[in-house]
């Protein structure tokens, strides 16, 4: 009896591994479906707004996925809406809820749970603390919490990524309750940021909502693995060329590096500096600050008068083609700038303080600058580049990282086409529009802004600037590298740029991520093609149909994301069959049609909570049935070796 109690007990812990470790099979469905997304966000609140902007550019913008975008606040959503258009959509993001309330009406949500099983349903932040959400995501009692490190739970969503990763900010974590923790903060398993359940997903990382991929690379992994949630195969199209810029700041001086006294190079020194960028096949943007303002009298020198031989070093590179300029503002320093003239302080920082900023905003008047004070600067530097250089300038970046609306209107008045400031979602500290990589401002202005800095390739591990730099490119995001090309200190910061620096910076970056360098014009072409680029994308049991609008002849990358069971068998251009495992396709100018077919169905790794309850408690009830017995059998054991005892005792007294 003892044995055969351990025998049950062993034999029901072997099947409750083997069961929980068995993949659940997502049945693809039948009929073909296409591939489009709505974001539903509500526009009365800005982090709403701004989560909107980063889930459609990733997915719209640069991977020309069908997206739409619905605002709650402006527009009342109904059952009846929902009955009519869900049948749309492949995905459904929630960002109208992040606050942690849901407009949706009981008989909304019915509908919501009643599509369940076709749409995969996204949503972010508090919204888990709706009771509906929750039912539906898996997860429940969002909030606030301070995170050091993140772990990445072994998971398809998460494979290839590390294990632990050091984010150190606040973040909104939920606790599972139905649904499986993917992504759990260090040393608190039972708290989560990333929760899957089913074919849905909650995210609670506070940086995707802000779309900080450049800090946070591992988001964008994550973000193209939730679009095959359901179990199907799904493709996208990404830019093919793995395009890299250098941009570099403040050339070829600046007024407050004269009492900084930061060291530039001498013109030998760019000369070799040239040579190196062409030996590895790079090229360099530079800023142009045309003028100096002097401080005795305010006069504006241009710094051609200056630096005459400097300037002709750097006219040569630029004819070879090593250089793309831009204007970099006329002066680098406020229109009001009597007060920078009038200044008695020789304090560095303090001079620094007066003379910002010189479009935008000026934070000692705490005002925004006149649109006829920028407009009169804009008019003034250009010009002048312009005349250096001998062509039509369409390339501006603004001094500081600092402009606003009446900066851009100036700009587009004056011919300029490309606008190259710092990487943002939302709206700045001094009024800033947000800046994204290949969006358009409201006056056309064409975004290529800085993705990261020079000093992290320059000072990064190769591991690190994979992580980093390589992810972009791997997701077919342009990257601009930012510095300012001289030795420079700055409080606290510190920057050395020299020549072997530098070629030991490329040689590392031609090593880990293979960029193609290209100027900031060139990636600003390639994405102005890319937004006149259009998809439509049909779902099938066992195939794909990827129709592709192109404005010209032109190269795309196939991104097919296959949950694991499936394998790619096929792929058809335009009627030709090309090897199954080719991602690089050229296509003809007009229409374009993809044909991908697939074998397989996904074996994806699914939360059992039910059954896992369930093999438990007959665990634990074996376990306790069979103690007793043991016991039982050992009490029985024992009372009859007693029983015995007495006996033999009770034969020899009689006899």
Same mark, same amino acid.
């Given at each position: ?14 099947i409750?591994?083997i ?13 073909q479906?296409?591939e489009?997304i ?17 889930f ?17 606040f402006?527009?009342?959503?109904? +059952?009846?809406?929902? %009955? ?19 407009? *949706?009406g ?10 369940? !099983? ?7 932040? @508090?919204?888990?603390?709706?009771v509906?959400?929750s039912?539906l995501?898996?997860?429940? +009692? ?6 050091? !490190?993140?772990?990445?739970i072994?998971?398809?969503?998460t ?17 599972p309750?139905?649904?499986q ?8 398993p ?6 899957v ?11 995707l909502?802000?779309g ?42 600046s007024?407050? +590096? ?10 030998q ?11 590895h096949?790079?090229?360099?943007? @530079?800023?142009?600050?045309?003028? %100096?303002v ?9 710094y051609?008068e200056?630096?005459?031989e400097?300037?002709?070093?750097i006219?040569?590179a630029?004819?070879r ?6 204007d970099?503002?006329?002066t680098?320093v406020?229109?009001y ?19 910002? #900023?010189e ?13 006829? *004070?920028?407009?009169e600067?804009?008019? =003034?530097?250009?010009?002048?580049v ?8 369409e390339?501006?970046?603004p001094?500081?990282?600092v402009?606003n609306e ?12 490309v606008? $190259?400031? !710092? #990487? ?14 290949g ?8 975004y ?7 000093d ?16 972009? *490119?791997?997701?077919?995001?342009p ?17 050395v740029?020299?020549l $072997? ?11 880990t ?11 600003? $072409? ?5 937004r ?10 066992d195939v794909?149909t990827l ?5 010209a002849?032109? =190269? ?7 949950p ?14 090309? !090897?199954a495992?080719i ?9 374009n049609?993809?044909?991908?077919r #697939? ?8 939360p ?7 093999l ?5 009830? +074996? ?7 043991i ?7 024992k ?8 006996r ?8």
């Amino acid at each position: 009896m003892c044995k055969r109690a351990l025998f049950t007990i062993v034999v029901l812990l072997v099947i409750s591994v083997i069961l929980l470790q068995h993949p659940v099979k997502l049945k693809p469905g039948n009929g073909q479906r296409e591939e489009r997304i709505l974001i539903l966000f509500n526009s009365l609140f800005e982090e709403s707004i701004t989560a909107k902007r980063v889930f459609k550019w990733i997915y719209g913008t640069m991977w020309r996925i069908p997206v739409d975008t619905y605002d709650v606040f402006l527009y009342k959503i109904n +059952s009846t809406w929902l %009955n009519e258009n869900l049948p749309r959509y492949s995905m459904v993001i929630f960002l109208d809820m992040m606050n942690g309330q849901s407009t *949706l009406g009981d008989d909304t949500w019915q509908v919501i749970f009643d599509k369940d !099983d076709r749409i995969t349903y996204i949503a972010y932040g @508090y919204a888990v603390n709706d009771v509906r959400a929750s039912k539906l995501f898996g997860c429940s +009692s969002a909030k606030r919490s301070y995170v050091e !490190d993140i772990v990445l739970i072994r998971h398809w969503l998460t494979e290839g990524l590390p294990s632990q990763i050091t984010v150190k900010r606040s973040e909104v974590v939920a606790t599972p309750s139905g649904g499986q923790a993917i992504i759990t903060p260090w040393g608190a398993p039972n708290e989560a940021l990333l929760v899957v359940k089913g074919n849905n997903a909650w995210i609670g990382l506070t940086e995707l909502g802000e779309g900080l991929f450049n800090r946070y690379s591992y988001l964008l992994s994550i973000v193209e693995r939730l679009l095959a949630l359901d179990g199907k195969v799904h493709v996208h199209i990404q830019l093919p060329e793995r395009l890299l810029a250098i941009r570099i700041d403040d050339i070829p001086f600046s007024t407050e +590096s004269w009492f900084w006294r930061w060291q530039y190079f001498t013109p030998q020194q760019y000369e070799k500096f040239f040579q190196i960028l062409e030996k590895h096949g790079a090229h360099v943007n @530079y800023g142009i600050i045309p003028f %100096n303002v002097s401080k005795e009298d305010g006069k504006w020198i241009s710094y051609i008068e200056i630096f005459p031989e400097t300037v002709q070093v750097i006219r040569e590179a630029e004819q070879r083609g090593t250089v793309e300029v831009a204007d970099h503002g006329a002066t680098h320093v406020t229109p009001y700038q009597q007060r920078y003239v009038e200044a008695k302080t020789t304090n560095p920082l303090d001079l620094t303080r007066i003379i910002r #900023f010189e479009f935008g905003y000026d934070p000692v008047l705490k005002k925004p600058i006149p649109y006829e *004070l920028q407009k009169e600067h804009i008019e =003034k530097g250009v010009g002048e580049v312009e005349k250096w250089f001998g062509k039509k300038i369409e390339l501006f970046i603004p001094p500081w990282h600092v402009w606003n609306e009446a900066t851009e209107k100036a700009l587009a008045e004056e011919g300029i086409k490309v606008f $190259s400031g !710092d #990487f943002r979602f939302r709206k700045g500290g001094y009024g800033q529009p947000p800046s994204v990589m290949g969006e358009k401002s409201k006056y056309g202005l064409l975004y290529v802004p800085t993705t990261h800095s020079w000093d992290l390739a320059r000072d990064g591990s190769t591991d690190t600037i994979k992580y980093y730099i390589g992810s972009f *490119l791997d997701h077919g995001i342009p990257v601009v590298l930012l510095s300012h090309g001289r030795n420079w200190t700055f409080m606290k910061y510190r920057e050395v740029f020299s020549l $072997s620096n530098v070629d030991s910076t490329l040689t590392k970056l031609d090593e880990t991520v293979k960029p193609d360098y290209a100027t900031i014009l060139q990636i600003a $072409s390639k994405l102005e093609q890319w937004r006149n680029t259009h998809t439509s994308i049909g779902m099938g049991a066992d195939v794909l149909t990827l129709q592709i609008a192109a404005p010209a002849e032109m =190269k795309v990358k196939l991104s097919i994301i296959a949950p694991p069971g499936y394998k790619i068998e096929k792929i058809v251009l335009n009627e030709e069959e090309l !090897d199954a495992s080719i991602r690089i396709l050229s296509l003809r100018e007009g229409e374009n049609k993809v044909v991908i077919r #697939f074998t397989g169905e996904a074996a994806l790794q699914q939360p059992m909570y039910p059954l896992t309850i369930l093999l438990v408690a007959a665990v634990v009830v +074996s376990v306790t049935v069979a103690a007793s017995i043991i016991f039982a059998l050992k009490k029985k054991e024992k009372s009859a070796k007693y029983r015995a005892e007495v006996r033999k005792k009770s034969l020899r007294n009689l006899d």
